[in-house]
Nanobody, 126 residues
C-alpha cells in the first residue's frame, strides 16, 4: 500500500514557475514508477509526465515537453514536477500516481496506475 500526498500548487501568472511535490508513504517507494496527470474542469484526466523506478527514464506529454521536468528522490520517498513557462492552459488539478507496471509504454495510461493522490490545484492567470 502506498499513500500519496501532493503539494505545491497555487496561483501563478503566465510565464511563471511552480514546483509540485508528491510525498509517498511506505518502504517500497522505489518499486513504483511514478506519474503526474492533470484534469482541467470539464475535461478528461490527461497524462503529463512519468519517471522510472530508478529515475533514469522519463516521459512527457507533448504539451509540456521542454517546460516541465519530473524527478524523484527515492531516499526521501518524493517525486517532483518542476513546471516552467506556465500557460493558462496548464490550469488543472494535478495528480501524482504510482504504478507497478514495468513497461514505459504503460505509464501514459491512467488505468495502469495503482495508487493516486488527492490532487493539488494549479491556476495560471493570463
Amino acid at each position: 500500500q502506498v499513500q500519496l500526498v501532493e503539494s505545491g500548487g497555487g496561483l501563478v501568472q503566465a510565464g511563471g514557475s511552480l514546483r509540485l511535490s508528491c510525498a509517498a508513504s511506505g518502504r517500497t517507494f522505489g518499486s513504483y514508477a511514478m506519474g503526474w496527470f492533470r484534469q482541467a474542469p470539464g475535461k478528461e484526466r490527461d497524462f503529463v509526465a512519468a519517471i522510472s523506478r530508478n529515475g533514469l527514464t522519463t516521459y512527457y506529454a507533448d504539451s509540456v515537453k521542454g517546460r516541465f521536468t519530473i524527478s524523484r528522490d527515492n531516499a526521501k520517498n518524493m517525486v517532483y514536477l518542476q513546471m516552467n513557462s506556465l500557460k493558462p492552459e496548464d490550469t488543472a488539478v494535478y495528480y501524482c500516481a504510482a504504478t507497478v507496471a514495468s513497461r514505459g509504454s504503460a505509464w501514459y495510461h491512467q488505468k495502469e496506475y495503482n495508487y493516486w493522490g488527492q490532487g493539488t490545484q494549479v491556476t495560471v492567470s493570463s
